[in-house]
């Protein structure tokens, strides 16, 4: 792969972004943090984007699942952004919502075209309904809700996805080349420098993309058992979001939460 193509796509996706910005601004596509700050919530078409090009240099196997499920997730968060409300939370919240009020919700809007996306990829791949399967779907359906989860802070899913880039070099039974290290490096910069600046945010789609890419990767390159690892710490995750909530768990556990406020501003009393 020739570095120069490497480099040129690497650098179209910054120098996008103050037109994505300013388009972002203009159509209303913000949402106010947790600074009360009217923030962007297009960084989940920045990745969208890394990951277009990504494709371009590295075409995947089964290229057109990997397209369903990557572009399912995203519209999923997409449409929660754009139409979603604060009220009902998380996946239990909303069913319980539709049973109790008959309504239905922009979140299970977003629930059912995750499960449906993760589906047909699945399809796509020529699975079969074995254990693999039904592990590889709980995977694709919750890692994305996770990291909609963990997306109350900045950089929170920037150092969850860091953490399983790590996991993966160790047991991935295929090692990126230089090229493709460079690219991920220049992604997660991006990425990071945009979040921690605030100047722009994952919002759902976003988040749920980042998920995706965890759980694709997941369940193509990595053991079973490392499958099955993840699997057992999303559901972790999942319940005490639905019991408690992330954000409470972070903050009442010390070393969580000196990992979460690493290089952001608030200091920790």
């Known amino acids: 792969m ?7 796509l690497s650098a179209m996706v910054p120098i996008f972004w ?14 106010v943090n947790y600074k009360n700050m009217y923030i962007p919530f297009t960084l989940g078409i920045v990745l969208l984007l890394f990951v277009f090009n990504f494709i371009l240099l590295w075409p995947p196997d089964h290229l057109l699942a990997f397209m ?22 998380g996946i239990k919240g909303h069913l319980c919502f539709f049973i109790k009020k008959g ?3 922009t979140g299970l809007t977003k629930i059912v075209l995750i499960a449906v996306s993760a589906s047909v990829s699945l399809l796509l791949t020529e699975a079969t309904m074995q254990i693999g399967t039904v592990i590889a779907f709980m995977l694709f359906v919750l890692s994305p809700h996770v990291c909609n989860s963990l997306d109350t ?16 070099l160790i047991f991935l039974s295929v090692k990126p080349v230089p090229g493709m290290f460079f690219y991920i490096v220049s992604a997660m910069g991006v990425w990071g420098y945009l979040e921690i600046t605030k100047k722009g945010m994952l919002g759902d789609n976003g988040a749920a993309l980042a998920g995706g890419i965890i759980a694709w990767v997941g ?16 559901i972790g995750i999942t319940y005490l979001a639905e019991k408690i909530s992330i954000h409470a768990v972070i903050e009442k556990v010390h070393i969580l939460k000196e990992i979460d406020h690493l290089g952001r501003r608030e200091r920790i009393e």
């Open 18 to 31: 103050p037109v994505l910005k300013d388009s972002s601004i203009k159509f209303g596509w913000t949402a």
């Open 219 to 234: 369940m193509q390159f990595s053991p079973f058992s490392i499958q099955l690892f993840l699997i057992s710490i999303l």
């Open 103 to 105: 309504e239905w919700t």
């Open 153 to 168: 802070r900045p950089l929170r899913v920037w150092k969850w996805v860091s953490i399983h880039v790590l996991i993966f």
């Open 68 to 89: 369903v499920y990557i572009v399912g997730i995203w519209s999923a968060g997409w449409i929660d952004d754009m139409w979603g409300s604060h009220y009902p939370k």
């Open 2 to 8: 020739e570095i120069w193509k490497i480099i040129l």
